[in-house]
């Protein structure tokens, strides 16, 4: 069945930074778009990254410039490099793949930004 499991979050001040993982299973890996989304407390979830089987990226406009997404098909891991951070992106960030129009989620994992 399709995993996803995410890793890395945790507690940060302002201007710091964190990498977070996701370990997908299930599923053959290289052959889909990867994405990342987040859930701050009494918000929407929304995406805020994007990698293409080509290694094709998009960003929020509020992540842009200080946010990378990668992935590593050997590994079967999509990751995100978050620096700058700011109190804003503090949340639950979810790791998440579609397949057959259907939506998978990992179970989030959560950062904090605060000093």
């Known amino acids: 069945q399709v995993q996803l499991v995410e890793s890395g979050g945790g507690s940060v001040e302002p201007g710091g930074s964190l990498r977070l993982s996701c370990a997908a299973s299930g599923f053959t890996f290289s052959w889909y778009r990867m994405s990342w989304y987040r859930q701050a407390p009494g918000k929407q979830r929304e995406l805020v990254a994007t990698i293409a089987t080509a290694d094709y990226t998009t960003y929020a406009e509020s992540v842009k410039g200080r946010f990378t997404i990668s992935r590593d098909n050997a590994k079967n891991t999509v990751s995100l490099q978050m620096n700058s951070l700011k109190p804003e992106d503090t949340a639950v960030y979810y790791c998440?793949?579609?397949?057959?129009?259907?939506?998978?989620w990992g179970q989030g994992t959560q950062v904090t930004v605060s000093s």
């Open positions: 998440k793949v579609q397949l057959e129009l259907r939506d998978y």
